[in-house]
């Protein structure tokens, strides 16, 4: 019994850190010792744990309880040249650098599997044979449903992650399962339109770098329940915030980036100013 107890105490802590406030318009969110964060310009790692961290915060308290789908999106590779290059090697690594994100995602939200929550990985129904047996060999501890093969039984209390939907089929059951109640984490969504993703969906994280002149000059990030950020690569300060209402375009669950391009492209050229009167 002591033992069990332990493990349970153990599951507790990783499966539920450190509540957090939320709020639709909410600018804070909240540490260990109750003060407000950003978050951080990513590194490789970084931008997973604070995607783990703001995915398991929206399962939590997600913005629309009643339809939990939840959205995280992410360069899945660091070198942003290898993204969209339109090659075989960098599909295969961008792939392959999603599911192992599914996998530490997966394995934070149930440490302990026998424990719960109940989890399964969702497979584009586009994905080939030898991506879902990809997908099998890279993710452990949940249950592997190629979305080419039906709906899988899922229950209330189960934690569903699609990973890179690519397919109007996918985004069909993805937004059914969460209007059912069942939590439902969309990663790294492809070929994603306008309706593919409910405006009622929550972005747990979101992450894009902001180029200007061919260089990557700032970084628009979200971390739920906190507000979006426009930060400068250089200079690493936080420009302006934003809430859902402010930066979501009408009737989806997809930020504008106009006003954050402006803003690193101004704090650039001002920079570059100061610099030349010395």
């Known amino acids: 019994m002591k033992l069990l107890g332990t493990l349970f105490l153990a599951w507790t802590a990783a499966a539920f850190p450190v509540a957090s406030i939320r709020g639709r318009s909410s600018s804070l969110q909240m540490g260990i010792f109750g003060g407000p964060t950003i978050p951080k310009i990513p590194t490789k790692a970084g931008n997973q744990q604070q995607a783990i961290d703001g995915i398991k915060a929206a399962i ?19 070198a942003l040249n290898k993204l969209g290059d339109g090659s ?10 999603n599911l192992s994100f599914c996998n530490k995602l997966i ?7 026998f ?3 109940k989890t399964c990985l969702m497979v584009s129904s586009s994905s080939s044979a030898s991506s879902i047996s990809k997908a099998k060999s890279i993710v452990k501890g949940t249950t592997v449903y190629p979305l080419a ?7 209330q209390g189960d934690v569903c992650v699609f990973v890179s939907p690519s397919s109007q089929n996918d985004y069909m059951v993805a937004n059914k399962l969460a209007s059912q109640g069942i939590t439902t ?18 972005m747990a994280y979101f992450q894009k770098p902001l180029t200007y002149n061919s260089a990557v000059v700032g970084y628009l990030l979200r971390q739920y329940p906190g507000k979006w ?8 300060e936080v420009l302006k915030t934003f809430t859902d209402d402010e930066i979501l375009v009408q009737g989806t669950n997809t930020p504008d980036l106009r006003e954050s391009g402006r803003l690193v492209q101004k704090s650039v050229d001002e920079r570059a100013i100061r610099a030349r009167r010395g």
């Open 60 to 78: 939590s308290s997600p913005r629309n309880p009643s339809f939990p789908l939840l959205e995280c999106e992410f360069p899945p590779l660091q």
């Open 88 to 97: 075989l090697r960098s599909a295969i690594e961008v792939e392959k650098a």
């Open 107 to 113: 394995n934070s939200i149930a440490p302990l599997p």
């Open 115 to 117: 424990l719960g929550p």
């Open 149 to 155: 093969e039906g709906i899988p039984d899922v229950d």
């Open 185 to 202: 984490v969309i990663v790294n969504a492809f070929a994603k339109d306008r309706k593919s993703v409910s405006e009622k969906a929550t």
């Open 229 to 236: 950020a426009t930060i400068d690569a250089t200079s690493k």
